[in-house]
């Protein structure tokens, strides 16, 4: 009898799939297309779990709608620009360059074996010229239709690095990176007027009904609409009104002072002639520029001295304080406070002793504000005090309603919908990143580059010998003629957020090779994305951008209409966690030990160690399973077995080896079971029919898992299934129509080891191929139903009958059973209850 051996298994299907061209994709028009996409990987250098739980969920659903009927789509690429090809470059005195085609080879050569249904003939990384060039085109459609434009802006600033920071790299205040403390600075920035899309992305949320709701509210959260009042603050000196957005304007006589960020227009003119304040700019400019930095960051605050006047009364002066936590890129820069209701205010005016001013109260609760600010929903009725618009009993959303219509009568003020959602400022100070391009002309200005000079390349002969961007030193690329006059110029050296890679790589996927960012038939034929499958941590800006980047892509005539949400259906999986292994150190230090080195925890040398709960894979922690060492253990249709078996692919699921070692000896037996049925002679059995009725209903439950993403379920029926048709007594004949079903069923999870079993039955061609299965609604109808039988509360036997036995029958039968009469011994049932379809109950 021949063994499971998939270190021979796996590489033969392999070769057979590439040799085949199965999973190459072509336009056609005689099958319905169907588009499936994982976001793309980072080339770190090596593939993990989560790599491998990811991929092969898009694998199971490539290779199911392949199975019906369907002309699949399934690429894979690499988001290959970006800071840590950098930071190994100054590291190790090599180029990012290097360091990144090398580790897309590296771990092209580990995601191979997995097996997965991908079309490498579409492979790219968006550090390909070829892709990059596109991007720049695009970049200059955008300009032209007025979707680009720059402007000062203030960013987190490194300042040992010399660059700009994303809000995800500043830590703790301090460049993650460098360790530096980041700075608040006001540079010359690139944006996409992607605000100009807020209403139509908010609009658009209610159409993705095959997105997770959680990831719709993000979304929906971040793009933040809000209905609010506009007004102004007369000053008492006779200066600049100060101008103000409020979405609580119900709270205007809780006011306790009007406060305006640090990069103000007044808080710079202030600074020009008084160093006390410019003082304070500066401190505040060593602070984040996140609102949540700034929501749970130290208040500080400086009293300008001036004051307003209260709108609703001249005689009430309100003092104007500059604050650290105050944004001026979202509403007018300037805010009142009304620190009873916002427990920022709050700890301000805690702080430097301001008034604190009730509004309104709960309605069985009167009690002044303390320390924690009273916040109720906006749909919650509270008790007024004295409120100018008349209200007594009320919601705060009444209110802000009331107030807004009030202050529009009086004149005073303007209702006004804003959203929180702010351009997109795309500029990065850093060399591996696509290059903006543009040039600066002293005689005309910021000329946009010709399109057939593109793509303007990244120079090879770059050092990081020195902080900051390579590109500002390097003259030789910098200095160019101006394509407009022709003068001496220089080439714009920020380079792009790599936000703006990840954001358009879907639609080039189509036509990964053409001389333009698309092409049209073939942006016709394959978008929408139909299932989009990837990490919840990417849920709003990847998702939010590349909506964007879809209708700036029809704008300029890259994407039809129809693609204006690009991924029809997402899918965010768990992650896989594991045990964390740990001994401690003289200085009772953590020490962290990998899986491969604990055995029943103990290291080699036998000492024990600590072992904590599981949590998300990570190399500090050494928590990680390498998937080359697996695939070498048991093979990649194990590790793919047991990533999907053992948890709903939302959750997360834990890796371990006892789980890992169960998923192997299944598909031993699930090999061993072929070899045997196939070597059966034809012919019939007892249990032929009821065989093929578990056939058929497996057929439909694991369809419907599939379909569904209910892998683990799909699976768990897949155990159930192998089960029966391992102890069924039937025919030959009907063993082998089962077992080849079986392995049909498993191929999308399982493919390699399917396609030994389709080979070793005399299936032709591929299983890869072949047609899925399709349950036999006939089949499905049960004549009979199995009924437990318990005497006394306990179960005693079970009877197989006909659905429409008539109740006499059942109890007549059901007293017949041998467990049952053993129980009775010989006493007579006081009742018998019988509950159609369901059980049989005897009492004595």
Not at 170 to 186: C, F, L, Q, T, Y
Not at 224 to 229: A, N, P, Q
Not at 497 to 516: I, N
Not at 606 to 629: F, H, R, T
Request: proline share 6%; charged share 25%.
């Amino acid at each position: 009898m021949s063994t499971y051996t998939p270190s021979e298994i796996e590489p033969k299907w392999q070769d057979a799939w590439d040799a085949a061209e199965t999973f190459k994709a072509t336009r056609s028009d005689d099958k319905p297309k169907y588009y499936v996409l994982e976001m793309f990987p980072y080339p770190s250098g090596r593939i993990h779990m989560g790599h491998v739980r990811n991929y092969t969920m898009g694998d199971v659903i490539a290779r199911y709608k392949i199975s019906t009927g369907h002309n699949v789509l399934h690429p894979m690429g690499w988001d290959a620009f970006g800071m840590p090809a950098e930071n190994a470059a100054m590291a190790s005195g090599g180029h990012p360059k290097d360091w990144t085609y090398q580790n897309i080879e590296d771990m092209k050569a580990q995601m191979k074996p997995m097996g997965w249904s991908l079309d490498w003939n579409r492979e790219f990384a968006t550090c390909d010229p070829e892709y990059y060039g596109q991007q720049q085109a695009m970049f200059l459609d955008m300009w032209e239709k007025g979707l680009v434009y720059r402007k000062n802006a203030v960013v987190n600033w490194d300042p040992v690095d010399m660059t700009v920071l994303a809000n995800e790299q500043v830590i703790d205040g301090k460049g993650w990176r460098s360790g530096a403390d980041v700075e608040r600075r006001e540079l010359t920035q690139w944006f996409f007027k992607i605000s100009d899309y807020s209403e139509e992305l908010l609009d658009g949320l209610d159409g993705l009904e095959n997105w997770p709701a959680k990831v719709r509210l993000m979304q929906e959260n971040w793009i933040g609409k809000s209905r609010g009042l506009q007004f102004s603050f007369a000053r008492t000196d006779g200066g600049d009104p100060i101008e103000v957005y409020t979405t609580r304007p119900d709270t205007l006589n809780g006011a306790s002072f009007v406060g305006i960020s640090p990069d103000h227009p007044l808080a710079k003119e202030l600074a020009e002639n008084n160093p006390e304040v410019a003082a304070f700019r500066a401190e505040c400019a060593k602070g984040g520029t996140t609102a949540e930095e700034l929501e749970t960051g130290e208040k500080l605050g400086f009293d300008t001295g001036l004051t307003v006047q209260h709108p609703l009364n001249p005689d009430w002066h309100l003092p104007i304080w500059i604050a650290n936590f105050i944004l001026m890129d979202y509403g007018t820069g300037a805010i009142f406070a009304c620190p009873a209701h916002d427990q920022r205010d709050l700890d301000f005016c805690r702080k430097y002793d301001l008034p604190v001013i009730d509004t309104f109260f709960a309605l069985d609760d009167d009690t002044p504000v303390a320390i924690e600010a009273f916040v109720p929903p906006k749909d919650q009725v509270v008790r007024w005090v004295d409120h100018f618009a008349g209200l007594s009993e009320a919601t705060g959303q009444e209110a802000i309603d009331a107030t807004i219509d009030f202050a529009e009568k009086a004149g005073w003020g303007q209702g006004k919908t804003q959203f929180r959602l702010r351009d997109w400022g795309l500029s990065r100070q850093r060399y591996w990143g696509c290059p903006i391009p543009v040039v600066h002309c002293d005689s005309c200005g910021v000329v946009p580059e010709k399109k057939e000079n593109l793509p303007i390349r990244l120079p090879d002969d770059v050092s990081f010998d020195q902080p900051g961007n390579p590109l500002d030193r390097h003259d030789t690329w910098r200095q160019v003629q101006c394509p407009k006059c022709g003068n001496a110029a220089r080439r714009e050296t920020d380079t792009m957020d790599t936000f703006v890679d990840s954001s358009w790589y879907y639609a080039r996927f189509t036509a990964p090779w053409a001389d333009t960012p698309t092409v049209a038939e073939e942006a016709e034929y394959w978008m929408n994305v139909d299932q989009y499958i990837g990490g919840i941590e990417h849920a709003i800006l990847h998702l939010l951008y590349s909506r964007f980047f879809a209708r700036a892509m029809n704008v300029t005539g890259h994407l039809p209409a129809s693609a204006s949400e690009p991924f029809d259906a997402l899918f965010t999986q768990g992650m896989v966690t594991h045990e964390i292994y740990q001994t401690r150190d003289d200085q009772n230090r953590p020490v962290y030990h990998l899986p491969k080195d604990v055995t029943d925890g103990k290291l080699a040398d036998g000492s024990e160690v600590e072992i904590i709960p599981s949590a998300k894979m990570s190399k500090s922690k050494k928590n990680v399973v390498d998937p080359v060492n697996i695939i070498s253990a048991y093979g990649a249709d194990t590790a793919r077995w047991f990533v999907l078996s053992d948890s709903p692919p939302e959750r997360d699921v834990e890796w371990t080896a006892s789980g890992a070692d169960a998923a192997f000896k299944f598909l031993n037996r699930i090999h061993r079971m072929a070899t045997e049925i196939a070597a059966l002679d034809g012919g019939a059995g007892a249990d032929d029919e009821e065989l093929l009725r578990a056939m058929h209903k497996a057929i439909q439950d694991v369809t419907n898992g599939v379909e569904s993403f209910g892998f683990n379920a799909a699976i768990a029926k897949l155990y159930a299934y192998a089960n029966v048709v391992q102890k069924a007594k039937a025919g030959g004949d009907a063993k082998r129509q089962a077992m080849v079903t079986l392995a049909h069923l498993m191929s999308p999870f399982t493919p390699h080891l399917s396609e030994e079993i389709w080979q070793m039955f005399g299936g032709e061609g591929l299983i890869a191929n072949t047609p899925w299965p399709f349950a036999d609604e006939a089949m499905l109808v049960e004549d009979t139903v199995t009924l437990p039988i318990q005497v006394n509360g306990k179960r005693r036997s079970e009877i197989a009958v006909a659905k429409d036995l008539a109740k006499e029958e059942i109890e007549k039968l059901a007293l017949e059973q041998e467990g049952v009469v053993r129980a009775l011994d010989g006493a007579t049932p006081k009742k018998i209850i019988v509950v159609p379809g369901r059980i049989v109950n005897i009492v004595i």
